[in-house]
């Protein structure tokens, strides 16, 4: 008997990208090449890795760090960079009280010190620039989005991208000066002159889901698993069926 | 061995019940599923076996709750590389499901599946001898939806992805077969003393 299991019910998040085990198997060494402060407690770190295959927007690696008695602290860190051929891939941290793995990035990295990565892991978040796509995230769960944003902008895609973005003030908004007519700001704690304050609502939701491009949006929501349950719910609420949200918990 | 400049890593006191590669996340239990968490109740949940096995079978949740209690009361690991220690789980061995269904000598392997859709493979003797759980409580509370409420499967001793939330049915295979996170490069077994996170490790 060599059945295929096929479950009964549709998962929501089918994993449409196939991707490449043997990368995500191999540890290789990349060398920071430059570091860019993005906010008060986020940076961006530029590493060169010469062996890289390639990602698509969404996906995210396997970061080690070694001490010098062999503890090794791993942790995943979504991909911010959109995909090149440059041989250098960007992830952007934010700093974590106690972390000990940001921790090491915000205080001791500088430019030449060496890490490892494996990766790039994980196909059921990536979006290879497809389907119509609506991005969500808050905090340092822009990250991959932004990767999503840029791939776009990069390749000239026409296929429609929106993207709400959560965050307590504009002081923290990561990469702020590269959003462009896709992205709504949602401040939580303090915004900009004429800009409301408030949690992110069915108020914002609701106009991107009446404005449908044909086919429905691909919903893709990242952060906070706090976040995320929001998020979702919101969408869900709206009209949005299960089995087009994907989600990325950062825990 | 590539050491990082500057890197120590938080003080450490040799902990023989950390597996390598994890930390103790403490009161912390990270949530990390990839889909919406479902609105499942209790009247609502089902958990079917079926597969190689003589008398396929489907329980609802009173008739899951007439079988023999049975407790977990220990450590759980989680591939993101926390790992949560004396946690208490109650619920029903997956033994005594099993027994009721009596799988085929041909059955090697399961593939676990959720309410969702989420399925995860694992060897049936990782699912017998008392280390496989349908559990519905979480330190004496009811088990909370983003964690798999009304009810999931627990099978402590290998990362937690195998322990597919909102379970909604094991069936039994002759052969393995990936589940959702195996199909995205995850182990197919999963266990966490030997750091099998990836396929290929
Ligand atoms: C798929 C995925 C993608 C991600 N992408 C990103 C990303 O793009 N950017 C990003 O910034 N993050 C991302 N994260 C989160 C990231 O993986 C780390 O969790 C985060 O950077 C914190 O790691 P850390 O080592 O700095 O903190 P940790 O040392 O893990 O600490 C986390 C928290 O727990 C406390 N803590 C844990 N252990 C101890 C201990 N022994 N003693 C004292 N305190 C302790 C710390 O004080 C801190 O508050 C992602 C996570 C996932 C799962």
Redo the contacts with the bound molecule.
Sequence with gaps: MTETFTPPTRFAVPGRIAVSDQAATVWQTATITEIRRETPH?ATFRLAVPDWQGHLPGQ?LMLRLTAGDGYA?Q????L?SAPDDSGHIE????H????????WFHTVARPGDRLEVRGPLSGFFAWPGDRPALLIGAG?GV??LMSMVRHHRARGLSVPLRLLVSVRSPEELIYGREYGAETTPVFTRSAPHGVPVGRMAAAHVAPLLADQPPGGWEAYVCGSNAFAEHASRLLVSAGQPVDRIRI???? | MNVTRGFTG?PRVDDPGLPPGQ????D?WPV?SAEVTPELAPADWTFRVDGLVEEPRTWNWEQAHELPASAYEGDIHCV?SWSKFGVRFGGVSLDAFLNMVRPHVAATHAVAYSHTGYTTNLPLADLTGGRAWIAWEYDGQPLAPEHGGPARLLVPHLYFWKSAKWIAGIRLLDHDEPGFWEQNGYHARGNPWEEQRYSGD
């Design positions: 986020a995210h602290a942790r995943h860190y979504s911010a992830l952007t941290l934010d974590v009280e106690g972390g000990e793995v940001s921790g340092s990250v991959p990325e918990r950062f825990g | 938080r930390y103790d996340a403490g912390d990390l993101t």
